[in-house]
C-alpha cells in the first residue's frame, strides 16, 4: 500500500460483530471472561483497548515498522523510551531539542541517574567525541525547532551501528507522511501526535513505533506498567485525523512554500530559516531524506527586537498566537520568550535565535489569506 491508501485502510477493518465502517470507541475498562484464563484476547484495558490496538497497527504502517505503542502525550512516548534505559546510562541528544524533552531529561531522568549530553548534529564529530562505554542512546529531531536546522539522520544510524548504539528519532515536526527515519536505520521513532498527526488541535496523544520485536515487548511493558495510556475516545480522534493526514501535509507544505518566498521577498524581513530554499545548509539532506520541506518556518525581522516581534503578532488575524503546531489552522508563536523562554539570552544568540525571530506552523487554510494576513501584520495594522 502507498501512504495515501494507508491512511485510510492500514490496520483497519470494518467492526466483526457490527460491520461499523468506522472503528468504534470502546469505552470500557474491563472485558468479561468466558473462564480462567479464557477470554478474547482483552482483560483490562490499561494493558489493551481495541481502538488503541487499530490506532497502534495504522502509526506503525504508516512510519513502514512493526509495532506502535500509544501513549497519553507525546512526552508520555518520550518517558517511555528513556525507560528503556538504566542507573549508569548516558544519551547523546541534539542541543537544539524540544524544550520538554530537555526539561524531562535533565530535570527528571538526571536525578536517576543517567547522563545527556547535547550536541549539535550537524557533523558526527562532535557526537562522537561523546560516545563512551556507558552510551546507549542517540536522540534527535529533524528538522530542528524552531531554527529549521536539518540532522543527516542515515549518516548518524551508520555511527551509532558502528559502537552498537540505539537511535531514536522524535519525528513530530516531520510527520510520517514527510520522513520515516526507521528506512534510514533509526531504530525507535516518537511522534507528538497531538501535531501532524492528530491535525486538528482537539487531542493530546503520543505514539513510539519500532520494527524490533524485543523493543516492542519493553515498550507494551512500560505502556501497562507506567499507565500513561490514551482514552479510546483519543484514540477515536486520532485515527479520525490520519485519514487525511497526506492531504493536509501536502496543503501545509505549498502554503509554507509560498509563505517562505513572500518572506524571501519582504522588506521588513531580516532572515528566513526554511530548508526548502536552495540555500540553506540542509537542503540536499532535507531533499534527500524528506518528501517535502515541511509546513514549519521561522524568520526574523529587520526591527529585530521583541517589540518589533511583538507589533507583528499583535497584528495576525488568521495566524493565532498560541504554542503546538501541526493543526488545519495556521499559528504564530515567539520562541525566545514562549517555547525556549528558559533558555539563557546569549545561547539563544549563538544559535541565532535573535530577539525577533518568530515561528509560523502554516495550517491549510487558502495562502493568498495567509499572505495578506502577514503583509497587513509587518505594516502593523489590523484590517
Ligand atoms: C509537542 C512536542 C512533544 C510533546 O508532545 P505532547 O503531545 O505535547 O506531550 C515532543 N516533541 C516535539 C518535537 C513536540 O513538538
Redesign the pocket.
Known amino acids: 500500500m502507498r501512504f495515501g491508501t494507508k491512511v485510510i485502510h492500514a490496520g483497519i477493518e470494518p467492526d466483526a460483530s457490527t460491520g461499523a465502517i468506522m472503528t468504534p470507541i470502546f469505552q470500557t475498562s474491563t472485558y468479561v471472561q468466558e473462564a480462567i484464563g479464557v477470554n478474547k484476547g482483552f482483560e483490562y484495558a490499561r494493558t489493551k483497548n481495541p481502538t488503541r490496538s487499530v490506532l497502534e497497527k495504522n502509526l506503525a504502517a504508516l512510519e513502514n515498522g512493526k509495532f506502535g505503542v500509544c501513549f497519553s502525550?507525546?512526552?508520555a512516548a518520550?518517558d517511555a523510551v528513556m525507560k528503556l534505559m538504566s542507573n549508569g546510562d548516558e544519551v547523546i541528544s541534539t542541543n537544539d531539542l524540544?524544550g520538554?524533552?530537555y526539561r524531562t531529561f535533565v530535570k527528571i531522568f538526571e536525578r536517576f541517574g543517567m547522563k545527556f549530553h547535547f550536541v549539535p548534529m550537524n557533523g558526527l564529530e562532535q557526537i562522537e567525541a561523546k560516545i563512551n562505554k556507558n552510551t546507549k542512546m542517540l536522540w534527535l529531531?529533524t528538522p530542528t525547532?524552531p531554527m529549521l536546522n536539518i540532522i543527516d539522520i542515515k549518516a548518524i544510524c551508520s555511527l551509532a551501528k558502528a559502537h552498537n548504539i540505539m537511535v531514536c528519532v522524535?519525528n513530530?515536526?516531520a510527520s510520517p507522511y514527510l520522513q520515516n527515519p526507521l528506512d534510514l536505520g533509526a531504530d525507535i521513532v516518537v511522534h507528538?501526535a497531538?501535531?501532524y498527526i492528530g491535525g486538528h488541535s482537539d487531542v493530546?496523544?503520543?505514539a513510539v513505533i519500532c520494527k524490533d520485536e524485543e523493543i516492542a515487548e519493553q515498550l507494551y511493558f512500560l505502556q501497562k506498567s507506567t499507565g500513561a495510556v490514551p482514552g479510546p475516545q483519543d484514540c477515536f480522534l486520532v485515527l479520525r485525523g490520519i485519514k487525511t493526514l497526506h492531504l493536509r501535509m501536502e496543503r501545509a507544505c505549498q502554503n509554507a512554500r509560498q509563505i517562505a518566498e513572500f518572506l524571501k521577498g519582504n522588506d521588513k524581513i531580516q532572515r528566513v530559516f526554511y530548508p526548502g530554499f536552495a540555500e540553506h545548509p540542509g537542503h540536499a539532506i532535507a531533499k534527500a531524506q524528506m518528501r517535502d520541506f515541511g509546513g514549519m518556518l521561522s524568520f526574523t525581522l529587520k526591527e529585530d527586537t521583541l517589540q518589533g516581534a511583538s507589533k507583528v503578532m499583535e497584528n495576525t488575524r488568521l495566524f493565532s498566537l498560541a504554542e503546538s503546531?501541526g493543526g488545519v489552522e495556521s499559528l504564530i508563536g515567539h520562541p525566545p520568550t514562549m517555547t525556549h523562554g528558559s533558555i539563557p539570552r546569549t545561547d539563544r544568540l549563538a544559535v541565532g535565535m535573535t530577539d525577533s525571530l518568530i515561528r509560523l506552523s502554516v495550517g491549510i487554510e487558502d495562502v493568498k489569506d495567509l499572505i495578506d494576513d502577514l503583509d497587513r501584520a509587518f505594516r502593523n495594522h489590523r484590517a
Open positions: 502525550s507525546g512526552m518520550v524540544y520538554g524533552s529531531e525547532n522524535d513530530t515536526f507528538s497531538t501535531k493530546i496523544h503520543g503546531l
